[in-house]
Protein backbone atom coordinates (compact mmCIF):
# COMPACT_ATOMS: atom_id res chain seq x y z
CA UNK A 1 0.00 0.00 0.00
CA UNK A 2 2.94 2.59 1.37
CA UNK A 3 4.83 1.71 -1.92
CA UNK A 4 1.58 2.25 -4.34
CA UNK A 5 1.50 5.78 -2.99
CA UNK A 6 4.86 6.50 -3.38
CA UNK A 7 4.92 5.44 -6.76
CA UNK A 8 1.79 7.01 -7.58
CA UNK A 9 3.17 10.66 -5.92
CA UNK A 10 6.47 10.29 -7.88
CA UNK A 11 4.16 10.50 -11.56
CA UNK A 12 2.56 13.01 -10.10
CA UNK A 13 5.71 15.22 -9.57
CA UNK A 14 7.26 13.97 -13.05
CA UNK A 15 4.10 15.04 -14.43
CA UNK A 16 4.13 18.18 -12.78
CA UNK A 17 7.56 18.44 -13.65
CA UNK A 18 7.60 17.86 -17.10
CA UNK A 19 4.37 20.22 -17.68
CA UNK A 20 6.77 22.89 -16.37
CA UNK A 21 9.85 22.15 -18.85
CA UNK A 22 7.61 22.39 -21.66
CA UNK A 23 5.95 25.74 -20.79
CA UNK A 24 9.38 27.11 -20.74
CA UNK A 25 10.07 25.42 -24.30
CA UNK A 26 7.49 26.77 -25.71
CA UNK A 27 8.28 30.51 -25.17
CA UNK A 28 6.39 33.11 -25.86
CA UNK A 29 3.01 33.31 -26.22
CA UNK A 30 2.33 34.05 -30.07
CA UNK A 31 -1.64 35.63 -29.04
CA UNK A 32 -0.48 37.86 -26.09
CA UNK A 33 2.53 38.89 -28.71
CA UNK A 34 -0.04 40.00 -31.16
CA UNK A 35 -2.31 42.00 -29.40
CA UNK A 36 1.04 43.69 -28.48
CA UNK A 37 2.24 43.95 -31.93
CA UNK A 38 -0.66 45.99 -32.75
CA UNK A 39 -1.00 48.09 -29.84
CA UNK A 40 2.67 48.74 -29.48
CA UNK A 41 4.67 48.34 -32.28
CA UNK A 42 2.32 49.22 -34.75
CA UNK A 43 2.21 52.98 -33.86
CA UNK A 44 5.46 53.41 -34.73
CA UNK A 45 5.78 50.80 -37.79
CA UNK A 46 2.17 51.85 -40.09
CA UNK A 47 2.27 52.14 -43.30
CA UNK A 48 4.08 55.59 -44.38
CA UNK A 49 5.23 55.71 -40.84
CA UNK A 50 9.50 56.77 -40.97
CA UNK A 51 10.51 53.62 -39.04
CA UNK A 52 8.53 51.70 -42.25
CA UNK A 53 5.56 48.81 -41.94
CA UNK A 54 6.86 45.79 -40.05
CA UNK A 55 4.63 42.38 -40.18
CA UNK A 56 5.61 38.80 -39.38
CA UNK A 57 6.58 38.79 -43.25
CA UNK A 58 9.00 41.51 -42.75
CA UNK A 59 11.53 38.20 -41.93
CA UNK A 60 11.86 34.58 -42.41
CA UNK A 61 11.91 33.01 -38.98
CA UNK A 62 15.88 32.31 -39.42
CA UNK A 63 16.02 36.26 -39.63
CA UNK A 64 13.54 37.07 -36.53
CA UNK A 65 16.08 34.99 -34.70
CA UNK A 66 18.81 36.98 -35.44
CA UNK A 67 17.03 40.15 -35.26
CA UNK A 68 16.74 39.52 -31.91
CA UNK A 69 19.25 37.85 -30.94
CA UNK A 70 21.79 40.46 -31.94
CA UNK A 71 19.08 43.00 -30.30
CA UNK A 72 19.11 44.81 -33.76
CA UNK A 73 16.17 47.34 -32.62
CA UNK A 74 17.83 48.90 -29.84
CA UNK A 75 21.29 49.45 -32.34
CA UNK A 76 19.16 50.91 -35.36
CA UNK A 77 16.51 53.02 -32.47
CA UNK A 78 17.75 52.97 -29.29
CA UNK A 79 15.46 53.27 -26.44
CA UNK A 80 12.30 52.17 -28.27
CA UNK A 81 11.71 49.18 -26.72
CA UNK A 82 12.31 50.27 -23.43
CA UNK A 83 8.93 50.34 -22.19
CA UNK A 84 8.49 46.11 -23.04
CA UNK A 85 9.14 43.73 -20.73
CA UNK A 86 11.50 40.81 -21.69
CA UNK A 87 8.12 38.79 -21.40
CA UNK A 88 6.66 41.45 -23.80
CA UNK A 89 9.35 40.90 -26.01
CA UNK A 90 9.28 36.98 -25.66
CA UNK A 91 5.60 36.67 -26.84
CA UNK A 92 5.93 39.42 -30.10
CA UNK A 93 8.85 37.22 -31.02
CA UNK A 94 6.60 34.48 -30.69
CA UNK A 95 3.99 35.59 -32.77
CA UNK A 96 6.87 37.37 -35.18
CA UNK A 97 8.52 33.94 -35.58
CA UNK A 98 5.60 31.67 -35.90
CA UNK A 99 3.93 33.57 -38.77
CA UNK A 100 6.75 34.71 -40.43
CA UNK A 101 7.45 34.71 -43.92
CA UNK A 102 8.50 31.17 -44.30
CA UNK A 103 6.34 29.32 -41.57
CA UNK A 104 3.47 27.63 -41.62
CA UNK A 105 1.47 30.17 -41.31
CA UNK A 106 2.01 33.76 -42.51
CA UNK A 107 0.35 36.35 -41.65
CA UNK A 108 0.10 39.90 -41.11
CA UNK A 109 -0.80 42.34 -38.27
CA UNK A 110 -3.63 42.89 -40.20
CA UNK A 111 -2.54 45.99 -41.73
C1 LIG B 1 9.16 54.36 -30.68
C2 LIG B 1 8.97 53.83 -32.03
C3 LIG B 1 9.16 52.37 -32.27
C4 LIG B 1 8.54 51.32 -31.63
C5 LIG B 1 7.57 51.36 -30.47
C6 LIG B 1 8.98 50.11 -32.32
N1 LIG B 1 9.86 50.43 -33.32
FE1 LIG B 1 10.71 49.14 -34.63
N2 LIG B 1 11.79 50.66 -35.46
C7 LIG B 1 11.69 51.98 -35.09
C8 LIG B 1 12.65 52.76 -35.90
C9 LIG B 1 12.86 54.27 -35.79
C10 LIG B 1 13.29 51.84 -36.75
C11 LIG B 1 14.37 52.14 -37.78
C12 LIG B 1 13.71 52.36 -39.12
C13 LIG B 1 14.74 52.64 -40.20
O1 LIG B 1 15.69 53.33 -39.94
O2 LIG B 1 14.54 52.12 -41.31
C14 LIG B 1 12.72 50.52 -36.45
C15 LIG B 1 13.07 49.37 -37.13
C16 LIG B 1 12.48 48.12 -36.92
C17 LIG B 1 12.74 46.95 -37.70
C18 LIG B 1 13.71 46.86 -38.88
C19 LIG B 1 13.19 47.62 -40.05
C20 LIG B 1 12.63 46.81 -41.16
O3 LIG B 1 12.03 47.42 -42.07
O4 LIG B 1 12.75 45.58 -41.18
C21 LIG B 1 11.97 45.94 -37.21
C22 LIG B 1 11.90 44.51 -37.70
C23 LIG B 1 11.22 46.50 -36.10
N3 LIG B 1 11.56 47.84 -35.96
C24 LIG B 1 10.36 45.78 -35.32
C25 LIG B 1 9.67 46.30 -34.22
C26 LIG B 1 8.85 45.51 -33.33
C27 LIG B 1 8.62 44.01 -33.44
C28 LIG B 1 8.35 46.37 -32.40
C29 LIG B 1 7.47 46.05 -31.20
C30 LIG B 1 8.03 45.11 -30.24
C31 LIG B 1 8.85 47.70 -32.72
N4 LIG B 1 9.66 47.61 -33.82
C32 LIG B 1 8.54 48.84 -32.00
C33 LIG B 1 10.84 52.51 -34.16
C34 LIG B 1 10.02 51.79 -33.30
Not at 29 to 47: E, F, M, S, T, Y
Amino acid sequence: MKTQKVLFLTALLTIILCSFVFAALEGGNANRGRQLAIDNCKPCHVQGATAGTVTPLSRTQRQWERFYNKHRHEKIAPGSWASFSEQDLQDVFQFMHDHAADSDQPMTCGQ
